[in-house]
């Protein structure tokens, strides 16, 4: 793809799960935004600020067209990424608005950790849930009565999906549950698992999705009422009286402040902006592409009897073992070609070394940049090795 033409021959990325590679339009964007317009947001009156505040408004609108998201309802924050966004959120729920906070084994350490903290400030309980094979979670066997529920739509080492995640949001909203939904997996190449999904807050990582670094929180009005005011500043505020204050946030036309105190990343929130009318236009010829390169490389790995996947199916991010191969080892040997992969636990420590007590694993996980000749180069590199 010509957006990704930067890349020399023979490198291959395989670390997208963690940071895609970024289009040169976003990359141009964020260049126009520093040698064109280089202001702040939302308060500035000159020109370059003029020009600022449009795109930002506009980089709000489309994560909401992204996501299939009515403005009417849901109000989009900048953080700096989603773990940020979640601890936000859970730093000022009100602990009496609440009984208990539920998570699920295959968490990312960011949800898996943030709400063992909520469960420590709060004195709640936590209750770790099962998650089946495919992704989904049996909803009639947990009790969401008045639960914060945090979990993931799409997970960071196989790709798994929570299948019914309808079904799991409607079971927390009738039993007086809020549902915030991790998507940090789900958003670049997944994201109709999470469109139009009337959860309470959804927060995920621009730069999983093509984007730069910066964290993005969609929250419903409501939640304002459920929380309290602990992380404020600049830019939040219409009027500061000595021990007062009167939030911007009140007002629906300002509601986003309530998550953004102090400056914000003006100028990756334009990139933001470019990268999601650009993703919005990829061609499905790239999206196959994508596909039929993952399901290759898949294929090729499930092929060998020494290779143990933990993917039930193929996926862009997969990850797997060699016997008697050292995981660490076996990324150094691949980075030695220049094949660039993760090596590890990737943060979901508890499931995959406590639960399934994997050794440590190979992520690779793939993206619009790559070429079906990274393909080609990453079997016959793994051939050799295995
Ligand atoms: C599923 C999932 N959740 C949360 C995160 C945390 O993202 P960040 O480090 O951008 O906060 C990741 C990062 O890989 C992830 O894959």
Known sequence: ????????????????????????????????????????????????????????EEARELVLKYLDMKPKKYTVSFTLNTTYGINLILSQLKADAFKKVMTSEIEHNSPFLSTMAFSERTGLPREVMKRNEDGSIEASAYDFSDAVVVINCASNFDGRKLLNIKEVVKAIHKAGGIIIIDAAQAMAHSSEIVRGIEADAICFSAHKLYAPSLGVIVWRDELMGKMTNGFVGGGMVDDVEKDSYLLSAESKEHRYTRFEAGLQAWGEIVGLGAALKWLMKVPKAEWKKLENNYTELYEFLASSSKVHLVNREPNATMSFYVDGLDSHMLGNALSRENIMARTGYFCAHYYLDHVCKYPPLVRFSLGLHNRPEDIEKVKKVMGKII
């Not at 964007?29 to 003029?50: F, M």
């Open 1 to 56: 793809m010509n957006e990704f033409d930067y890349l020399g021959e023979g490198e291959v990325y395989l670390d997208s799960a963690c940071q895609s590679l970024r289009p040169k339009c976003v990359i141009d964007a964020i260049n126009q935004y520093y040698t064109e317009h280089n202001s702040c947001g939302e308060r500035v009156k000159y020109k370059w600020g003029v020009e600022t505040d449009e795109k930002v």
